[in-house]
């Protein structure tokens, strides 16, 4: 006994297999035979962090495609409007939009970075001499069967 009188921590510890772990699901390892296998709860911060930037990276590339699909809306308005100013009537309402879509789709092709300059680009250009959508958008209507929509060549 120590000289204050207070009796001291017993001399004597328990064997190992007797502790009791205050935690035992925060063990960093499991044993399984011969193996020491990180546990799941180890490995969360990362799985997290990971998970935190693919959310960030989604989100990213969420945005940059919806901003597309604005674009893609105004080019079938635009492309509308340049047609009513043609006075050209086409068969079927949607003969528009079926025809910037498959005139669009190399578009969204382009690398993601660089997708929506690209897309602004072809708005801006639609329906001008040098526009490379253009044509493509009269031969597909063309072939949706508005046969008395001229032909760029023509």
């Given amino acids: ?3 204050n009188g207070i009796p001291g921590p017993n001399p004597s510890p ?3 297999h007797l502790l009791v772990q205050p935690f035992p699901e925060r063990e960093t ?21 990971r998970e935190q930037e693919n959310d ?6 969420e945005a940059i495609n919806s901003t597309c699909d604005q674009i893609q809306e105004r080019m079938v308005s635009k492309a509308g409007t340049i047609l009513q100013r043609k006075s050209l009537v086409l068969n079927d309402s949607l003969d528009i939009q079926r025809a910037v ?12 970075d660089s997708r929506i300059a690209h897309f602004r680009n072809l708005h801006r250009n639609l329906g001008r001499n040098h526009c490379s959508l253009w044509p493509v958008i009269i031969n597909v209507l063309r072939d949706l069967g508005n046969t008395h929509v001229p032909a760029e060549d023509e």
């Fill in 1 to 3: 006994m120590p000289r």
């Fill in 14 to 16: 328990q064997p190992p």
């Fill in 29 to 49: 390892e499991v044993t399984a035979g011969n193996s020491t296998i990180p546990r799941k709860d180890d490995v969360g911060p990362s799985l997290d962090a």
């Fill in 56 to 61: 960030r990276l989604y989100r990213a590339v």
């Fill in 101 to 112: 879509e498959v005139a669009m789709t190399d578009s969204w092709l382009i690398d993601i």
